[in-house]
């Protein structure tokens, strides 16, 4: 037998009356296993407590539905490698859109010492020198993609 008009429309009145909150709820579970994944992926020799992978998170912004990264700055130089003032062989990856636009540089661009662009005072030290090879434990578009995924598959909507 068929709905009438009607039928269908009690049917779907309270369609996604929730969906603002089951959103965020679903988009933090998710970025907290990206991270997780992120954090897997890192290959630090120490770890201390204020290091990076103690520190790296994802938050959602409920207001906006946005879903963001809070790392420290030295963990986006591991990341992506940052060229020394010497050449020792270390190799640099250049930066997502996104990593540009949070560092007001441009897509695949490569981070390096002595450059004057990232000045923060003091005396240079070992890896002014030597640089540090690009880790890429964050690849941004593969955080994105699994987000992206378990939203897909956990986001029911009632």
Do not use: C
Request: glycine share 10%; charged share 20%.
């Amino acid at each position: 037998m068929a709905l009438t008009p009607e039928q269908i429309a009690a049917e779907i009145n309270d369609l996604g009356t929730n969906l603002p909150e089951r959103l965020a709820d679903v988009l933090q579970q998710a970025a907290d296993l990206a991270i997780e994944q992120v954090k897997n992926n890192m290959n630090f020799q120490q770890n201390s407590p204020d290091g990076v992978r103690a520190t790296v998170a994802a938050f959602v912004d409920e207001s906006t539905m946005t879903l963001g990264i809070s790392m420290p700055e030295h963990g986006y130089f591991q990341n992506f490698g940052v060229k020394g003032t010497e050449d020792k062989g270390t190799t640099q990856v250049g930066v997502d859109e996104a990593t540009a636009t949070a560092f007001r540089a441009a897509p695949g661009s490569t981070f390096a010492f002595g450059t004057g662009n990232y000045a923060r005072g003091g005396k240079p030290w070992g890896a002014y020198y030597s640089g540090i090879t690009a880790q890429q434990f964050l690849v941004m578009n593969d955080f994105i993609d699994q987000v992206a995924e378990y939203v897909n598959q956990n986001l029911e909507l009632e």
